[in-house]
Each structure stands twice: as structure tokens, then as C-alpha cells.
């Protein structure tokens, strides 16, 4: 019975996250997810590698530049976006993977809807930052 106990403790300590981690990265989604609503570029701009190329629904993929500059001019509005079934993998790196569903209200290039998302974030630290880099 002993040895059942210590296994099954091993294993949730394998597969729980860390609570810390857990809330540190629901804490970036969710400001995340406030600065695309309120299109704030210089927000979105320092979560973000300066390399990153964003990959869209339809296949379309933008350099962190391009995007922003797509927020700003309004051409890609984000009226409301809820997180969903947030899942986080910490890598040996120290990196973090995030994958999460994401119900997005949005007008993109003229298209206005309503989509379920499901994507994949790499979160790496950098200054004490969580930093999106894919």
C-alpha cells in the first residue's frame, strides 16, 4: 500500500504543473489576451521575440511587425477573447509550451466572426519576463 501511495505521489508530481508557473503564465495569457482587445502594440511588442513569425487561421503567416502594424491600423481588431482549457508543458530548457483553446471575436481584413483557436505558445524568460517566441 506504501509503495502505491509513493508512486502515485511520484506521478502528480510528473504531470501537476507548478502553481507558480501555472499562475504566472495564465496571468501573461490574460494580458495577453486585454492587449489585443484594447489593440495595444506597445504591450503586445515587449510580450513578444522580435524574430517571431505568427501563423494565422488561414495559413497566412506575419512577422511580429507586420501584425502589429495590422493592430494599430486597425485592420485586425480583437473585440473579445476568452482562454480556454489552458494546458502547460515546462521544458528541460526552461522554456515553457502552452496550448490552450481561445474563443476570439474578431474583425480580420475585413472579415468579422467568431472563432474557436487552438494554439501553441513558447514562453521563454528573459529579465524575469515571460517572452512568446513561437
Given at each position: ?10 506521478i502528480c508530481?510528473q504531470t501537476t ?8 503564465v495564465?496571468?501573461?495569457l490574460d ?10 502594440t ?8 522580435a524574430?517571431?513569425?505568427l ?9 511580429r ?6 493592430v494599430?491600423a ?16 515546462q ?8 496550448r ?9 481584413w475585413g ?6 483557436l487552438y494554439?501553441?505558445?513558447?514562453l521563454?524568460?528573459?529579465?524575469g519576463?515571460?517572452i512568446r517566441?513561437?
Open positions: 500500500m506504501k509503495i502505491l501511495a509513493l508512486l502515485t505521489t511520484l508530481m504543473p507548478d502553481t507558480t508557473l501555472e499562475k504566472e495564465n496571468q501573461y494580458r495577453w489576451n486585454a492587449a489585443m482587445v484594447a489593440a495595444d506597445t504591450t503586445l511588442s515587449q510580450m513578444m521575440d524574430a517571431i513569425v501563423r494565422h487561421l488561414s495559413g497566412a503567416t506575419q512577422t511587425s507586420e501584425w502589429l502594424a495590422d494599430k486597425g485592420t485586425m481588431r480583437y473585440h473579445h477573447v476568452e482562454k480556454r482549457d489552458v494546458r502547460i508543458l521544458e528541460k530548457d526552461g522554456s515553457v509550451t502552452v490552450f483553446a481561445s474563443v476570439v471575436t474578431a474583425t480580420i472579415s468579422h466572426g467568431t472563432w474557436t494554439p501553441t505558445m513558447r521563454v524568460r528573459r529579465n519576463q515571460w517566441t513561437e
